[in-house]
């Protein structure tokens, strides 16, 4: 993709995320991701219906009538996006490839970062670590971001989500907020988010495309394995076929919620053929009513 055509997307997705992190998702964010605490701000007078127990008692004094003292939340956060950037993100059956909707969810998050004056950073991987982008505030850096998912070009085709997981524990001292976004083609995983989720607030976000499982019934097709490189051929006229891979994926989807609940870390899953805000809306609200 040529420089100029990568501006152009990240401009486009720009404008089309501001929206959507204005008017729904800003509120919700903060709302969900709440500061480390509370920092005392300024005193004021006392005034009825105030709280007591915030009296500043030493000002007071001085003064001749209470003050009480004002805290306000100490918002400053850090959000890590894990971006599976293996050659199975790059699937799609219909308007959009896996990997596109996994752009523009970490585009919305890290615009709602910004606006909340939180710091993003970012990890690309495969079944190696392919880039790291250090945390830092500003519109510059989330837009460097944005064009590193659009222009990077992965060395490898694999998936270790295992990896990823411990990378994020030795190079994020500060607890975080990471979004781990895959389509979880992976395996042995699941101790490393157990960790992971006991020093920061992991939410995996599976991106999925339901032609994965429902194919159309077009005969003997040859398909390919994205990330093995490997050719096999499936009927898919087959009754059997469209069953079995229906009730396998479902079956492995389940488990992959029941094992990361078990782990301690909340799971979204976001189908490619539907609107996604509505289940990320839905999704941080129902966080927030477990808080």
Same mark, same amino acid.
């Given at each position: 993709?040529?420089?100029?055509?990568?501006? %152009? %997307?990240?401009?486009?997705?720009?404008?089309?995320?501001?929206?959507? *992190?204005?008017?729904?998702?800003?509120?919700?964010?903060? #709302?969900?991701? %709440?500061?480390?605490?509370?920092?005392? #701000?300024?005193?004021?007078?006392?005034?009825?219906?105030?709280?007591?127990?915030?009296?500043?008692?030493?000002?007071?004094?001085?003064?001749?009538?209470?003050?009480?003292?004002?805290?306000?939340?100490?918002?400053?956060?850090? *959000?890590?996006?894990?971006?599976?950037?293996?050659?199975?993100?790059?699937?799609?059956? &219909?308007?959009?490839?896996? !990997?596109?909707? #996994?752009?523009?969810?970490?585009?919305?998050?890290?615009?709602?970062?910004?606006?909340?004056?939180?710091?993003?950073?970012?990890?690309?991987?495969?079944?190696?670590?392919?880039?790291?982008?250090?945390? +830092? +505030?500003?519109?510059?850096?989330?837009?460097?971001?944005?064009?590193?998912?659009?222009?990077?070009?992965?060395?490898?085709?694999?998936?270790?989500?295992?990896?990823?997981?411990?990378?994020?524990?030795? !190079?994020?001292?500060?607890?975080?907020?990471?979004?781990?976004?895959?389509?979880?083609? &992976?395996?042995?995983?699941?101790?490393?988010?157990?960790?992971?989720?006991?020093?920061?607030?992991?939410?995996?976000?599976? !991106?999925?495309?339901?032609?994965?499982?429902?194919?159309? +019934?077009?005969?003997?097709?040859?398909?390919?394995?994205?990330? +093995?490189?490997?050719?096999?051929?499936?009927?898919?006229?087959?009754?059997?076929?469209?069953?079995?891979?229906?009730?396998?994926?479902?079956?492995?989807?389940?488990?992959?919620?029941?094992?990361?609940?078990?782990?301690? !870390?909340?799971?979204?899953?976001?189908?490619?053929?539907?609107?996604?805000?509505?289940? *990320? *809306?839905?999704?941080?609200?129902?966080?927030?009513?477990?808080?």
């Amino acid at each position: 993709m040529e420089t100029r055509e990568i501006l %152009k %997307k990240v401009r486009q997705i720009e404008i089309k995320t501001r929206g959507v *992190v204005n008017e729904i998702l800003s509120g919700e964010y903060h #709302a969900v991701f %709440k500061g480390r605490g509370m920092d005392f #701000a300024e005193v004021r007078e006392y005034q009825m219906g105030d709280d007591v127990r915030l009296i500043d008692w030493n000002v007071s004094a001085r003064m001749g009538h209470p003050y009480i003292k004002i805290f306000e939340e100490e918002r400053e956060l850090l *959000v890590m996006l894990l971006c599976d950037v293996s050659s199975s993100a790059h699937f799609g059956s &219909g308007r959009q490839m896996k !990997v596109d909707m #996994a752009i523009e969810l970490a585009a919305v998050l890290a615009f709602s970062a910004l606006k909340n004056n939180d710091k993003v950073g970012m990890i690309l991987f495969t079944d190696h670590i392919e880039k790291f982008i250090v945390p +830092k +505030k500003g519109k510059t850096h989330i837009l460097r971001i944005l064009r590193e998912l659009y222009a990077f070009k992965p060395q490898r085709s694999g998936t270790n989500l295992r990896l990823a997981l411990e990378y994020l524990n030795r !190079v994020t001292k500060k607890r975080s907020i990471a979004f781990l976004i895959s389509d979880f083609f &992976g395996a042995d995983f699941e101790r490393a988010a157990s960790i992971v989720g006991q020093k920061h607030d992991l939410i995996a976000v599976h !991106v999925f495309d339901p032609r994965e499982y429902l194919l159309p +019934k077009v005969g003997l097709v040859r398909l390919h394995d994205a990330e +093995k490189g490997t050719p096999f051929w499936i009927d898919t006229a087959d009754p059997k076929i469209h069953h079995g891979l229906r009730t396998r994926f479902e079956q492995w989807q389940t488990n992959l919620k029941k094992n990361f609940q078990r782990a301690g !870390v909340d799971y979204m899953a976001l189908p490619v053929d539907r609107p996604y805000i509505p289940t *990320v *809306v839905q999704f941080f609200k129902e966080r927030e009513r477990r808080r």
